[in-house]
């Protein structure tokens, strides 16, 4: 199951990259625990100056695993103690994030990206969060955080819609700082990873602690959104929702 997420290190910059390429990068809860563990342990290395999410080509990440889903439906209860370990990760990391959106991000695939420094996306990557649809709502502080960068009347086409955005359509938006071709998003967001490794690390540190302030409002709002996910999920229009998806897929 390690192969799943595959960490890597080259000079100051670590690679986290999802490695389940047949399910278009749906994250299990083994999955989420490699990732938080490996962001957690980049906040502790002083040699790693910038850390690169990708997953694989024509998929970042579909979001929640299915089954995953279905079993908090049938009464596990909640996101579960590790996707809350990779929620948390996000927002208590005080070095910088980039990401490499190389397709399809769906779910926590798109709101991850709101807790990146620099989002390099291609040209035919297509973003979207499906949580009212299926009864639920809005994670990883992205109530919060969305209608910050997007302003509202995007945020709630978005997160509660389920409007997909394309590629430029995240970048004007706020979400995507590059826009490139398919075959160019990985060496695009390699450079800027790079890019930002070669600067002073302290200058780096204190300027975005400044630009984004202290992470407990988002890890607050994170814990609301958790708890009322709970609920959601275990409620009659949440099961309604999930009864009605898996009968479209059968």
Do not use: W
Not at 98 to 103: M, Q, S, T
């Amino acid at each position: 199951m390690a192969d799943l997420i595959i960490v890597s290190d080259e000079a100051a910059v670590r690679t986290v990259r999802m490695n389940r390429p047949e399910k278009k990068n749906a994250l299990t809860a083994v999955m989420y625990d490699a990732m938080a563990a490996a962001i957690e342990d980049y906040g502790r290395t002083a040699s790693l100056r910038c850390l690169l999410i990708g997953g694989a080509p024509g998929a970042f990440c579909a979001g929640n695993d299915l089954n995953d889903f279905l079993a908090a439906a049938m009464g596990t209860g909640g996101l579960g103690k590790e996707v809350v370990r990779f929620l948390h990760a996000l927002p208590r990391c005080e070095k910088p994030l980039v990401a490499a959106v190389g397709g399809l991000a769906i779910g926590v695939g798109t709101t991850m990206l709101l807790h990146c420094d620099h989002v390099v996306a291609s040209s035919e990557a297509q973003l979207s969060t499906p949580f009212v649809g299926l009864g639920l709502l809005p994670e990883a502080a992205s109530s919060l955080l969305a209608p910050r960068r997007m302003g509202h009347t995007r945020a709630f086409s978005l997160l509660v819609m389920g409007r997909k955005l394309s590629a430029t359509d995240a970048k004007d938006a706020g979400l995507v700082n590059t826009v490139v071709a398919p075959g160019e998003v990985e060496a695009e967001a390699l450079k800027a990873a790079r890019e930002i490794a070669a600067l002073p690390a302290e200058a780096v540190a204190i300027s975005r602690r400044l630009m984004r302030g202290a992470p407990d409002e988002i890890i607050a709002r994170m814990d609301e959104e958790v708890e009322l996910y709970k609920q959601r999920i275990k409620s009659a229009e949440a099961r309604a929702a999930f009864e009605a998806f898996l009968t479209r897929k059968r």
